[in-house]
């Protein structure tokens, strides 16, 4: 740990775990302020299905990167990089430790690590793996992946059709495997960072979710889709939750299944993080905030009295 750069707290996890809770309760012992690595949270029109902090939340703490972009604009993990970058330099001139809450991992990594060099792709031969993914399924991207990567097998998500699509078009492209694009060595960051993530059991994470679900109804959530209805085509409507609702407001299902949709749905995304989180090595496994309180007072000076 180096004592001449300050320090980012990455409190990570999957949905429902209670990490806006908890980075809360940090920035207020540690007197710092909070950015969002949620790619979720991001956009201005999404409040409720997203899990925004409440209103009382974002007054107790300075919390950046929510709500700063249109559900209409493009934003991916290197803007995300490039704001959370600009946003760390300005306050680590004034506060010496700084957190980060979410449970976007490629946000995580790309901010502490470097975003992956990749190359610029033909758009024919993206187009052509799209349409033959509609014809074909997920099989032959899978397939093209254990024959010409296996390599890649275990970092990446298999049922995940677009990261499949991603790797594949770089390999058609440049006849190399995608595995030899992933970057080898971590970028040098002017500051120090100590990754946290909560888990708890899977039972409970689903029982979690199972709440939420329902509070976000309570809420008024269905009222958000409804405004929402007439963009549902947009890239950032394109997630779990609302995808459902549309296809209830669509006639599609009944209320009662399109909230047990979203149960299901949501319950396997956070599986889906958890083997994400698990894949980086420097992720402390934490269950409550006082472990983490504990881990800072036992391994570093001068962060909590």
């Known amino acids: 740990m180096s004592e001449n750069k300050p320090l980012l707290v990455v409190v990570a996890g999957p949905t429902a775990i209670g990490k806006t809770r908890t980075a809360i309760s940090l920035a207020q012992k540690l007197d710092t302020e909070i950015l969002s690595a949620d790619s979720r949270q991001v956009y201005k029109e999404l409040e409720i299905g997203v899990g925004r902090p409440s209103a009382t939340e974002l007054q107790t703490v300075r919390h950046h990167l929510i709500a700063n972009v249109s559900i209409h604009q493009h934003y991916h993990a290197v803007d995300f990089e490039k704001d959370a970058l600009q946003i760390l330099e300005e306050l680590f001139q004034v506060k010496k430790i700084a957190i980060v809450c979410g449970g976007t991992g490629l ?57 499949l699509i991603r790797a594949t078009e770089i390999m058609m492209q440049t006849r190399q495997t995608y595995s030899s694009f992933r970057k080898k060595k971590n970028v040098e960051r002017s500051f120090t960072t100590l990754l946290f993530c909560l888990y708890d059991e899977r039972e409970i994470i689903r029982e979690n979710i199972a709440k939420r679900v329902g509070e976000m109804f309570d809420n008024g959530w269905l009222e958000e889709c409804e405004n929402l209805f007439e963009y549902r085509h947009l890239k950032a409507l394109q997630t779990v939750g609302y995808k459902e609702i549309f296809d209830y407001l669509d006639e599609k299902e009944s209320l009662d299944k399109t909230k047990e949709l979203i149960v299901t749905h949501t319950y396997q995304y956070a599986k889906r993080q958890l083997t994400w989180f698990k894949k980086g090595k420097r992720y402390i496994w934490v269950k409550r905030v006082a472990e983490i309180e504990q881990y800072l007072t036992e391994h570093v000076q001068n962060f909590i009295s």
């Open 107 to 163: 946000y995580i990594k790309t901010l502490c690590d470097g975003m992956d060099d990749m190359p610029e792709i033909d758009m024919v031969i993206r187009e052509n793996l799209n349409q033959k993914f509609e014809n074909e399924g997920i099989s032959f991207l899978q397939e093209f992946i254990e024959k010409n990567d296996p390599d890649l097998l275990g970092h990446i998500d298999m049922m995940n059709h677009k990261r």
